[in-house]
């Protein structure tokens, strides 16, 4: 981290994280901070799903979740972002405190709860950003009372796919009960049917990408490998937070409820993300989300079946300027091997993650 990082690091820590995200999102709309030189090479270009990615890397749904800031995202370097998660009300979310930093193991915990301010406001500032350039995916989900969870995910997919670059359908938080049981085969099967025909009858028809956790077996990574090939969905970001605590040297905090971002995530996700790779097959897109916060880690995701990676805990204590060292660290390792693309790395581990338990 350069020393003005580290200030502002300092700076955002004195305050409840909370209040600290929504200082920086204060400071991205005042054009703070400024970003390094755009990382610009033609080796670290990727096409997926008819997108042509000016990178591989994203900032992760759950920053920016009412599609304030995606255009000031972008200028930090990342080479696509993706907002949400938007449900179709507003709503507050879980009672506060509902994030905590374990600091010790650079590492979050979150129990939000899909806090946002609804369609309508997401699809007001979508709209006013419509013919920019820049990939923007928007994440989709339901909220908390909905007496039609499945509906929800359909109006979202009509609302936004006019102004997405693509959709993701979010099953995946720990934070809103019952949610994840919509990744069970019977129910994924409807969800994933509705949706593609939602998007048949939208205005557009952007790739729609679907959002897992890392918290399944063997067998449930089947059965929504299996749901994903029969409805033709385009890909899968995997994975969303996890309920589990591995190794956590933040003690006092552990015992916190809801889903554990940063490094502890990175073994236990990218393990998913192969496992998926040989269950899907080469084609359809993969995004792989979990404990990425430098160009080794990145390079690791994609080595392991990734085609692109996200991240959001990483840049919490790394800073702003992490998108465009791992971007530099990529370009590097790029003139290192002598790689024509990125995409040569591309299943290189996928054996040795795939072959390891969950």
Avoid at 262 to 282: H, Q
Avoid at 309 to 334: E, S
Wanted: one cysteine or more; glycine letters at 10%.
């Amino acid at each position: 981290m350069s020393v003005l990082d580290r200030l502002g690091q300092r700076f955002l820590f004195a305050f409840d994280p909370e209040a600290a995200h929504g200082l920086s999102i204060a400071a991205l709309k005042c054009g703070l901070p400024i970003g390094g030189r755009p990382v610009r090479d033609d080796r670290l270009k990727v096409s997926v799903c008819d997108i042509d990615f000016p990178n591989p890397l994203g900032m992760a749904a759950g920053y920016d979740k009412n599609a304030e800031v995606p255009d000031a995202l972008l200028g930090l370097g990342f080479g696509f972002a993706e907002v949400g998660t938007i449900t179709p009300l507003p709503q507050a979310g879980n009672p506060k405190p509902r994030i905590f930093r374990l600091t010790a193991d650079e590492a979050v915990i979150n129990r939000l709860g899909f806090n946002n301010e609804g369609h309508a406001a997401a699809e007001q500032r979508l709209a006013a950003r419509k013919g920019r350039a820049g990939i923007v995916g928007v994440n989709i989900g339901a909220n908390k009372d909905s007496t039609d969870r499945v509906s929800d995910y359909e109006h979202g997919v009509a609302r936004f796919a006019p102004f997405a670059s693509y959709l993701t359908v979010n099953i995946s938080s720990p934070n809103t009960p019952g949610l994840r049981n919509m990744q069970a085969r019977e129910q994924l099967g409807e969800l994933l049917s509705r949706v593609m025909a939602a998007r048949t009858a939208a205005a557009a028809q952007p790739a729609i990408f679907l959002k897992i956790a890392p918290d399944l077996v063997e067998a449930e990574l089947e059965d929504i490998a299996a749901e994903v090939t029969e409805k033709a969905i385009d890909g899968v970001i995997v994975s969303n937070t996890t309920i589990a605590r591995p190794r956590l040297r933040s003690a006092d905090l552990a015992g916190e409820t809801g889903g554990l971002s940063g490094k502890p995530l990175f073994e236990r996700s990218t393990i998913v993300v192969a496992k998926m790779r040989k269950l899907l097959g080469p084609d359809p897109a993969i995004i792989g989300v979990g404990g990425v916060d430098s160009a080794e880690t990145a390079l690791e995701k994609i080595r392991a079946g990734a085609d692109l990676v996200q991240l959001y805990t990483g840049m919490i204590y790394a800073g702003p300027a992490l998108p465009g060292r791992i971007l530099a660290g990529m370009a590097r390792f790029a003139d290192m091997q002598r790689l024509k693309s990125l995409r040569e790395l591309r299943d290189t581990s996928l054996d040795r993650w795939a072959s390891k338990p969950l």
